[in-house]
């Protein structure tokens, strides 16, 4: 955006489209990158909009209450937050020039964070398999745990069984049968069920998803609490990532008429 501002609206874009709020979201953190307090003087204009963005949302939250990047990192790191146990989750297309600005991108880096898809396609959903990953999170701690499945049969509503145990100690859950989707609420109650059981401090918590992708972190309860408290991390509910997947499906079954008899 040469020659304008980050707050200036493009003449070849709508209002409030996507694609001025991706501008604007990728002139933010250009502008971040070299001159923070400069970004931070275009939120004042920005903060004014009347539409809801949470990649620009925690974006101008964090150019506000901070006085640089790494603040929000050292901010996340007071909480417990930047040891993750798992592999560091850059995606492949940042570019060379990605800095971690917000407190999701410090997150993503450190490895605190795991994504999977709630739709899973199959039968049976293999929650085991999801708690394995999830557990793997926890480090050496749930090293030891051992998850299972009961599957009901393809055609029953009847729900999934699942099984888990730590020592000699063992923990049962129901799992509500969705067709091809995780039921994500149970398979998280469970890990937090053991883990305050077994008294590790730490939990999982799921974070804002915009599409069926579920997004997790890993890290301790209070920690997790406390920066939620202050808009460092955003919570969500576990089942969100489904209601989109499903709202996405009806309306391309609808679009492509797919459900006209």
Not at 58 to 79: K, P
Not at 244 to 257: A, D, S, T
Request: aromatic share 10%.
């Amino acid at each position: 955006m040469e020659g304008s501002t980050c707050a200036t609206l493009p003449s070849d874009v709508d209002f409030g489209s996507w694609e001025h709020i991706s501008r604007t979201h990728d002139c933010l953190r250009q502008l971040a990158y070299t001159d923070w307090m400069a970004a931070r003087a275009e939120v004042a204009h920005i903060a004014s909009w009347e539409f809801a963005s949470p990649d620009l949302d925690e974006l101008t939250f964090a150019l506000t209450y901070y006085d640089s990047a790494s603040e929000v990192g050292d901010a996340l790191r007071a909480h417990g937050l930047l040891t993750g146990k798992g592999e560091p989750g850059v995606v492949e297309y940042f570019d060379e020039d990605w800095q971690p600005l917000t407190g999701s991108d410090w997150l993503l880096t450190a490895g605190n964070l795991f994504s999977f898809d709630a739709e899973t396609g199959m039968h049976p959903n293999e929650h085991d398999a999801l708690l394995y990953d999830i557990a793997r999170l926890f480090g050496d701690a749930l090293a030891d745990a051992r998850f299972t499945e009961t599957a009901p049969h393809w055609e029953s509503d009847e729900p999934y069984q699942l099984h888990a145990s730590f020592g000699d100690r063992e923990w049962k859950r129901q799992a509500a049968n969705y067709g091809d989707w995780y039921d994500v609420s149970a398979v998280l109650d469970l890990v937090n069920e053991m883990a305050a059981d077994i008294g590790i401090e730490q939990r999982v918590m799921p974070l804002p998803t915009y599409d069926q992708t579920v997004t997790v972190i890993v890290g301790p309860g209070e920690g997790l609490v406390a920066a939620a408290s202050v808009r460092l991390i955003r919570t969500a509910e576990a089942e969100d990532a489904m209601e989109l997947g499903k709202v996405f499906e009806e309306e391309i079954r609808r679009r492509f008429r797919l459900d006209v008899e």
